[in-house]
């Protein structure tokens, strides 16, 4: 394993170090809540940052394994494409933001627009979500192992949310759907995947209603 102590090197230096490399497993020691740490990782390596991170934390992976022992900020893994993205930790605000592929773990909880614009990824968190979780989220799935703040998948496309504990409110043009054998079935899978202990018959299923993406010109005055 290759040690990088940010206490020594700055942040440019790691991503370079990372981006450079076909193969291997890296530690990050004393990330200092740094910005953008293993950003851009296009291989499967592996990455270990021993603390807490900062803004967009594993933004735009691609077949990376990035673990934060630690709390991440903002828009961590935002734009994932592939790989897997795991926080010991919370997470806060938008966290996996417009996520086209991957898995992403918060074994703790986040805050605000979890999932926001998802578009084909999927995220598992262990606590609970914060108001306007899956706005406008298109494609992927959210999963919540706690309880959903207000506003829960607002302007919704075909994501799926699977929530176990409650849910403050439902956010425009999202409800409660149907859980079908075949819907446990998908999320048991997903749950052993992100190493999530839970009994996928105990969650509640939401979808799109899909009434806001159809445009009726009969109600062009109300606009």
């Keep these: 394993m290759t040690v990088i102590d940010l206490a020594q090197a700055d942040v440019r230096e790691l991503n370079r170090t990372l981006q450079m490399a076909e193969s291997g497993s890296f530690e990050v020691r004393h990330p200092g809540g740094a910005h953008a740490l ?10 270990t940052i021993d603390g807490h991170a900062g803004y967009y934390c594993a933004g735009m992976n691609q077949e990376g394994i990035v673990t934060v022992s630690g709390n991440v900020g903002t828009g961590v893994a935002e734009n994932m494409m592939s790989g897997t993205v795991r926080v010991r930790g919370d997470a806060s605000q938008s966290a ?3 996520a086209h592929g991957g898995l992403l773990v918060i074994e703790g909880n986040t805050s605000a627009r979890c999932g926001i614009s998802l578009k084909g990824g999927d995220i598992v968190v262990g606590g609970s979500v914060g108001h306007m979780a899956a706005f406008m989220a298109q494609a992927g799935r959210l999963v919540v192992l706690g309880d959903a703040g207000a506003d829960l998948g607002d302007s919704l496309y075909e994501a799926q949310i699977y929530v176990r504990g409650t849910v403050a409110s439902l956010g ?3 409800e409660e759907k ?18 999530a202990i839970a009994d996928a018959a105990a969650f509640r299923r939401y979808g ?16």
């Design 96 to 98: 996996g933001a417009t």
């Design 208 to 223: 799109s209603g899909r009434n806001l993406y159809h445009f009726n010109i009969d109600n062009a005055g109300s606009y």
């Design 178 to 195: 149907e859980m079908t054998a075949s819907h446990q079935e998908e999320l048991a899978a997903l749950l052993e995947q992100a190493g």
């Design 38 to 47: 293993a950003a851009g990782l296009t291989r499967p390596i592996d990455v």
């Design 172 to 174: 425009a043009d999202c």
